[in-house]
């Protein structure tokens, strides 16, 4: 079983609504990442979560703030957020942040008005 | 800067024929190399995945691997229609990040 659920699939917010992306694999990996898509673009990377510890942040702005409540689950909270945040935010999960097949969720469809 | 460079195209192929997909890479230390499908407006599809030089089948796919040359490709024989997306090359050093090629457009004519 190779799932990664991404909740929701799809997600209108306004600039100063708070809201969060929420993303769960029973896989066993250790290693779970977001990446932002924009159309034509390969993904992004934005965080990397190790053994629930965050291990990269790409210089993301602070209105995005991703949090690994345990090995299963990452969350992205979204707050004061700019109409070019809108974009695919895709959650991954590895075997380890350093080897392994990378799977990606179907993705969260954000549009910021 | 490691980087990962592919043909933006697109590869116009007609049904039936082999597509042919490549890749090259900066990093020497590279270890993993893998090939994403990616529908428009859907997430990455893992597809193939190769470690060590040579070739590696499944059912159509074939990824192909010289590290010599830095070099990766992806062959998609008897090509569908249903084969035409964006495909993705990934490559890993090792380190947490994947290194993303900007993805080559195939689209197979029926």
């Known amino acids: 079983d190779t799932e990664v659920t991404q909740t929701p699939k799809h997600l209108v917010m306004g600039m100063t609504n708070k809201k969060s992306l929420k993303c769960e694999q029973h896989m066993g990996h250790r290693a779970m990442y977001w990446y932002k898509q924009k159309a034509k673009k390969p993904p992004e990377l934005m965080f990397v979560?190790?053994?629930?510890?965050?291990?990269i942040n790409e210089s993301v702005p602070s209105r995005f703030s991703p949090e690994c409540p345990n090995s299963s689950l990452l969350n992205l909270h979204l707050h004061a957020l700019q109409p070019e945040d809108s974009a695919l935010y895709l959650c991954?999960?590895?075997?380890?942040?350093?080897?392994?097949?990378?799977?990606f969720g179907e993705g969260s469809r954000l549009t910021v008005l | 800067q490691k980087e990962v460079e592919q043909n933006s195209g697109p590869l116009s192929v007609p049904e039936g024929a082999i597509a042919s997909l490549n890749c090259t890479y900066s990093d020497r230390g590279s270890q993993s190399f893998f090939w994403y499908r990616q529908y428009s407006g859907k997430s990455p599809e893992l597809i193939m995945s190769?470690?060590?030089?040579g070739d590696k089948e499944d059912g159509r796919f074939t990824a192909q691997l010289n590290k010599a040359s830095q070099y990766v490709s992806l062959l998609i024989r008897d090509s569908q229609p249903s084969d035409s997306a964006t495909y993705l090359c990934a490559v890993g050093t090792g380190s947490y990040k994947l290194i993303f090629g900007s993805g080559t457009r195939l689209l197979v004519r029926p």
């Open positions: 979560y190790s053994y629930e510890k965050l291990s």
């Open positions: 190769i470690y060590s030089n």
């Open positions: 991954a999960s590895r075997l380890r942040g350093d080897t392994g097949e990378l799977f």
